[in-house]
């Protein structure tokens, strides 16, 4: 290591007037003395502070060593004794008092016998270097037995000046970091507590050892989206140092004050064998920057509405929406929340605060241990009563916060066992915040709070109302949402039929599935309808849009269809009167497939309007699919329709849907028109049992649209003549026996 030889040769130090570290400013000579006095062992470190190389020292008196001293050794302290440390075995001087002058060989002498007789023995001696020159050195000598049995004294030897610039630098350090009033830290490469001071540890909140070895996440709880650790992770990486840069705060054993502090960083060399990381110094100036810390407040509460407004209201499922809030809100506002509906008997209902107030509870959470978890969610329907804060809220309509307390217990819990939950929960205090939509309140959102936590203040009270008032539209929407969803599904089964009236040559199973409470209800219908002459009608339509419109447009087509059937022999020009009606009633985009089946002939007539074709399980096994009779849909006018003819062997079962049943997203509509080919053919048997198979398997869970899946397994009434061709197109005013036009 480097040092201050003889002839001026200066290296580092531990300031910057003198570059280095403090380890690297002593140097250490390593030597060994035998019984004879003589020089037996001669380190690297020895021919550097005594100037004599080994070849020359070995086997020579240790009394090179050495300077004459003619009033005796003496120690720092003047003494006369060894290096002064305050302990008692290093009193008293290397020889005893002495009256005259003490030779290089006494010192020598002395130094060796008491190395011997105590075992260890450390002071300060003039050496002397190989030019001549004397300096004061520091000794410690101690006795070695070797493999061989035969023993040596082993002497370790620095510069008194080094040593004392070492010692005053340490004592300075340790001062530094016990007394100074600034918080000192030194984190590890991965960022975790290495060394502290207790000014930290105060600031903190938390004790010294609880910090070592737990990362700065662990400890400082930020609202920066993490910019305090990319800056401090930046330093530990090389970068340059932070100076002075202010940060608000909150820390684990703090975790209701906000603090302000001032925050140096720099980057720890990792040099003689030290660690690489970060050192740091932290000051407390939160009293002076007020103004930080309200605005880390602010940003902290614009946080979490920003996190609300993109996380509420995502569905209109109403308790999903509720439970959004909910999760919104935890940890960092709350440590427990529920959202309850009022059950008024209806909206024009004045609140009077004489009366209970029942409300329903339909979302609730906590991050507290049990019983919390049995407290917010071991009950539906909640009574409060009369007097109760939840009245108190009503009564304003604004939020309000309480807490909980024998006297809040007494006003707002009337069942005993509750009341004991909410006092063993943890929860030290509520928050109540009112949903209010189109000027009524529906329902109320409570947060609570532990009491490891600050009570709710008035600023909190601003944010818990405004989230509240955030999650009361989309509440509100949910809620209007599910109601017309209601009517569209009331109406839509009301206008589809419960039994098919089918005659004795045709077996159908119909399925009706509508779509998720995501999707609204959809315009899908279906209807068999008995005809003269041994013929059935089978009819599948489809009214583009959905809701209410969709669900009474499809009754008015329904409707229209089985008018018309009686009237009309060919299925175009039904769809043809058809179109007109709903060109009429103003229906934009309707599609429809009609198709009559004459039990007599075995044939059927087949026109389509812009539907999904029909299919043909043949008793072989193979499946047709009748892609003739596409079509325009239903209120686009101004082309006709067209009739297809198909022969229809005895058993043969006719497979009409509708698009939602082939048609989902991730997949186009042939794929899933072939995906259903496969599937009637895999599926032949009892129609119960086929129409079951086909929409488990096509199918998403839950359905994604309306679906409408119709199957018709025809028979003959009696043997008849050939068929002839199997099938024919009959263009408009064709007669259908023949296929050829009429007059």
């Not at 003490?102 to 002395?110: F, W």
């Not at 707002?412 to 066992?417: I, K």
Request: aromatic share 4%.
């Amino acid at each position: 290591m480097p040092s201050v030889r003889p002839g001026g040769d200066a290296r580092g130090g531990p300031f910057p007037s003198e570059p280095g570290t403090l380890l690297e400013h002593v140097a250490v000579a390593v030597f060994g003395l035998g019984d004879d006095g003589l020089v037996h062992y001669w380190g690297p470190g020895a021919r550097d502070l005594f100037g004599h190389e080994a070849a020359a020292a070995l086997g020579r008196p240790g009394a090179l060593l050495f300077a004459a001293e003619p009033d005796g050794p003496r120690g720092r302290d003047g003494t006369g004794g060894p290096e002064h440390t305050g302990a008692p075995e290093h009193t008293g001087g290397l020889l005893g008092p002495v009256s005259s002058g003490v030779t290089a060989a006494d010192i020598c002498a002395a130094l060796v016998e008491r190395a011997r007789t105590r075992g260890y023995w450390r002071g300060r001696l003039t050496a002397r270097h190989r030019d001549g020159t004397s300096f004061a050195c520091g000794f410690r000598v101690f006795p070695v037995q070797g493999a061989d049995g035969r023993s040596v004294v082993m002497g370790l030897a620095s510069r008194s000046d080094e040593l004392d610039r070492v010692k005053t630098n340490l004592a300075f350090l340790d001062a530094l970091f016990e007394t100074c009033p600034i918080g000192l830290v030194m984190l590890d490469e991965d960022l975790r507590y290495v060394h502290l001071n207790q000014a930290l540890a105060d600031m903190d909140g938390i004790p010294v050892a609880e910090h070592v070895g737990r990362p700065v996440d662990e400890i400082m709880i930020m609202s920066d989206g993490g910019e305090y650790r990319r800056m401090v992770r930046a330093v530990a990486d090389g970068g340059a140092p932070v100076v002075g840069t202010l940060v608000g705060l909150r820390t684990t054993g703090h975790p209701d004050r906000d603090q302000v502090r001032s925050v140096s960083f720099f980057p720890l060399s990792g040099v003689a064998g030290s660690r690489p990381g970060v050192g740091g110094l932290m000051v407390d100036v939160t009293d002076r920057e007020r103004a930080i810390l309200e605005a880390t407040a602010a940003r902290s509460r614009l946080a979490l509405l920003d996190r609300a407004s993109a996380r509420l209201g995502t569905t209109l499922d109403l308790r999903r929406t509720a439970q959004e809030l909910v999760d919104v809100v935890m940890p960092d506002f709350c440590d427990g929340a529920v959202v309850e509906v009022v059950e008024w008997m209806d909206e024009a209902e004045q609140f009077d605060p004489g009366r209970p107030l029942i409300t329903r509870r339909i979302a609730s959470g906590t991050v507290l241990p049990p019983p919390a978890t049995e407290l917010v969610s071991g009950v539906e329907r909640v009574r409060y009563p009369p007097g109760s804060v939840i009245h108190d809220m009503l009564r304003t309509g604004r939020p309000v916060s309480a807490v909980v307390d024998a006297d809040f217990l007494a006003r707002t819990v009337l069942v005993e066992s509750r009341a004991r939950l909410l006092s063993e929960s943890g929860v030290a205090c509520i928050l109540v915040a009112p949903l209010i939509a189109r000027d009524t309140v529906q329902g109320l959102a409570i947060f609570g709070r532990s009491a490891n936590r600050p009570p709710f203040t008035g600023d909190d009270l601003a944010l818990g109302g405004e989230l509240a008032s955030r999650a009361a539209i989309c509440l509100d929407n949910a809620r209007l949402y599910g109601r017309v969803q209601d009517i569209s599904l009331t109406l839509q089964r009301a206008l589809l039929p419960d039994v098919l009236r089918t005659g004795p040559y045709v077996d159908v199973a119909h399925r009706y599935l509508p779509g998720s409470r995501i999707t609204e209800v959809g315009g899908d219908w279906y209807d068999v309808i008995g005809l003269p002459d041994d013929r059935v009608a089978l009819v599948v339509g489809d009214v583009m849009g959905h809701g209410v419109p969709a669900a009474t447009d499809m009754g008015r087509l329904r409707i229209t269809t089985k008018a018309l059937a009686a009237h009309h022999a060919r299925p175009d020009g039904l769809l043809a009167e058809l179109d007109a009606c709903a060109q009429e009633a103003g229906i934009e985009l309707a599609t429809c497939l009609y198709l009559v089946y004459d039990a007599t002939t075995g044939r059927a007539l087949i026109a389509g309007a812009g539907h999904p074709p029909p299919l043909v399980l043949r008793p072989d096994g193979t499946v047709d699919t009748i892609d003739e009779v596409l079509g325009v849909p239903l209120g686009v006018g101004g082309l006709p329709f067209r009739t297809v003819e198909r022969a229809l062997p005895e058993g043969a079962v006719l497979v009409l849907y509708t698009d939602g049943l082939i048609e989902s997203r991730g997949r186009d509509i042939g794929a899933g028109l072939e995906a259903l080919r496969a599937e009637v053919r895999r599926s032949a048997g009892p129609l119960e049992t086929m129409a079951d198979r086909i929409l488990t398997n096509l199918l998403p869970d839950p359905p994604t649209d309306d679906t409408v899946l119709v199957l018709a397994r025809v028979h003959r009434s009696r043997p008849g003549p050939a068929a002839g061709p199997a099938d024919r197109v009959a263009g408009p005013g064709a007669d259908p026996a023949t296929g050829s036009a009429g007059r």
